[in-house]
């Protein structure tokens, strides 16, 4: 019973951890795209 509650912690962690990653990826590129379309709209008013 010990090893499966040890096997089940540790892909808890490890999904935890992934998913960690994941999140903060996805908000990189999320940042990226709202600097892209700020850009974007500035250039967009200096022509105007």
Same mark, same amino acid.
């Given at each position: 019973?010990?090893?499966?509650?040890?096997?089940?912690?540790?892909?808890?962690?490890?999904?935890?951890?992934? +998913?960690?990653?994941?999140?903060? $990826?996805?908000? =990189? /590129?999320?940042?990226? +795209?709202?600097?892209?379309?700020? $850009?974007?709209? =500035? /250039?967009?008013?200096?022509?105007?």
């Amino acid at each position: 019973m010990k090893k499966l509650m040890a096997v089940i912690a540790l892909m808890f962690a490890a999904g935890v951890m992934t +998913g960690c990653n994941t999140i903060h $990826g996805a908000g =990189k /590129d999320i940042e990226r +795209g709202g600097e892209k379309l700020q $850009g974007t709209a =500035k /250039d967009t008013q200096q022509r105007m």
